[in-house]
């Protein structure tokens, strides 16, 4: 049923329906009750992504229990995750909250004491904190307490021992408040995800020979002059996978090998690289309909490494879908040497691809070679072959 109504769709959108397939309500109809179950990544473009291509996730979490109390639990990590916007007020609001909260408690301390000017106190009187007569003044006695001005008109004074005990869990309690806010702003400045939008990865990948071999490429370009340390480049398949026992499983991952042409395990990343993945037996591309750009899957490919100056982790990620995968195409080169004797990187042809020629299919390999001797190696090989077909079953050896 399902190759019957994609033909009708290919006759239907080609304009060679007959009579009986003449409105598009009836194309959408054998569509969408031919299938049992709906697409793995939705029609558009945007919702079906899994990952978007500038690395963020496009899945929403719906229906977490307790979730509030699970973000309160890891306070720093929410502190460092959330928007600059709420960040800043949220930062304002905690000085200015306890500013205004310790200047309550001196008020109160006050009113305790009998410093304020409506209790009429005598002339011998010594208050607690000399000139706090108003709220407004024990406000002003906290900001200046907390942030350390010390103007000289308003302090606390020795007949008072709750003030210093007060005075110290201020400070101390402020103190600690502070170095928490101002980690988390520098925490949140000096993380690598900056440093993840100066890499950048092609806008396409293109599947071609390379080697003699049928190999899906991918393009990566680090954009600072600084050095990335230890890259490492793999990929996840994310598609919908039926196993034995009949179970269908959404967004399987499969690992997804990818090399580049040097013999060490780390790229050196100076210049744009193009990374490799033999697709051969071993791949879990091989019975994927890479040439006609269909499909219901997504190639999520992720670069890690440290970052030279900060030596912090860095992970860069962006992701394929199936008509971003060009059957047929090679990346332009985008490095040339300028008549300084510099190498010069051209992002203008980074994402550009050229027509070259397809592969027959996936497990096609080329040999190179003289043409007499590569028919001579065929001939012998066939020879042998057939020698081993028709000779009877028992143990030979062979002279030597």
Same mark, same amino acid.
């Given at each position: 049923m399902h190759g019957r109504t994609s033909v009708w769709m290919r006759l239907y959108r080609d304009g060679w329906t007959d009579g009986q397939m003449t409105s598009a309500t009836k194309v959408y109809y054998s569509q969408t009750t031919q299938t049992d179950s709906r697409p793995l990544i939705g029609s558009g473009l945007r919702r079906r992504r899994v990952m978007t291509k500038d690395g963020r996730s496009n899945v929403r979490m719906e229906h977490i229990a307790d979730k509030r109390f699970l973000y309160l639990k890891d306070l720093w990590t929410t502190f460092i995750d959330m928007q600059w916007r709420y960040k800043l007020v949220l930062f304002s609001a905690t000085f200015a909250g306890t500013w205004f909260a310790f200047g309550v408690i001196w008020y109160l301390v006050a009113v305790v004491h009998g410093d304020l000017l409506e209790f009429d106190p005598p002339a011998n009187h010594t208050p607690c904190v000399m000139q706090v007569h108003t709220l407004t003044g024990a406000f002003l006695f906290s900001l200046e307490s907390q942030t350390t001005i010390g103007y000289g008109f308003r302090y606390i004074s020795e007949e008072c021992p709750l003030a210093i005990v007060l005075l110290i869990t201020q400070l101390v309690l402020t103190t600690i408040m502070e170095i928490f806010i101002t980690g988390t702003f520098l925490a949140k400045i000096a993380r690598p995800k900056k440093r993840a939008e100066t890499i950048k990865f092609s806008q396409n990948a293109v599947v071609a020979q390379h080697n003699g071999k049928t190999c899906l490429m991918i393009r990566v370009a680090n954009m600072r002059k600084s050095l990335l340390i230890g890259c490492q480049v =793999? /990929?996840?398949?994310?598609? =919908?996978?039926?196993?034995?026992? /009949?179970? $269908? *499983? +959404?967004?399987?991952?499969?690992?997804?090998? &990818?090399? *580049?042409? =040097?013999?060490?395990?780390?790229?050196?990343?100076?210049?744009?690289?193009?990374?490799?993945?033999?697709?051969?037996?071993?791949?879990?591309? +091989?019975?994927?309909?890479? +040439?006609? %750009? #269909? /499909?219901?899957? #997504?190639?999520?490919?992720?670069? $890690? %490494?440290?970052? #030279? $100056?900060?030596?912090?982790?860095?992970?860069? +990620?962006?992701?394929y879908l199936p008509e971003e995968i060009l059957w047929g195409y090679e990346f =332009?080169?985008?490095?040339?040497? @300028?008549? @300084? /004797?510099?190498? *010069?990187?051209? &992002?203008?042809?980074?994402?550009?691809? *050229?027509?070259?020629?397809?592969?027959?299919?996936?497990?096609?390999?080329?040999? &190179? %070679?003289?043409?007499?001797?590569?028919?001579l190696e065929e001939s012998l090989r066939e020879a042998a072959e057939r020698e081993r077909e028709g000779a009877p079953l028992s143990v030979r050896i062979s002279n030597v």
């Open positions: =793999t /990929g996840k398949l994310l598609q =919908t996978h039926l196993t034995k026992e /009949g179970e $269908s *499983v +959404r967004l399987n991952q499969v690992n997804v090998d &990818f090399q *580049v042409d =040097t013999s060490s395990d780390s790229p050196f990343l100076i210049l744009p690289l193009t990374f490799y993945h033999v697709v051969d037996d071993a791949s879990p591309f +091989r019975d994927m309909a890479l +040439r006609t %750009g #269909e /499909g219901d899957f #997504e190639l999520v490919v992720i670069l $890690s %490494g440290t970052v #030279e $100056s900060t030596s912090a982790t860095c992970q860069v +990620r962006t992701s =332009t080169p985008a490095i040339s040497l @300028s008549a @300084s /004797g510099k190498y *010069v990187a051209d &992002f203008s042809l980074f994402d550009q691809v *050229v027509k070259v020629t397809a592969p027959c299919c996936l497990h096609e390999t080329v040999r &190179f %070679g003289d043409p007499e001797k590569v028919k």
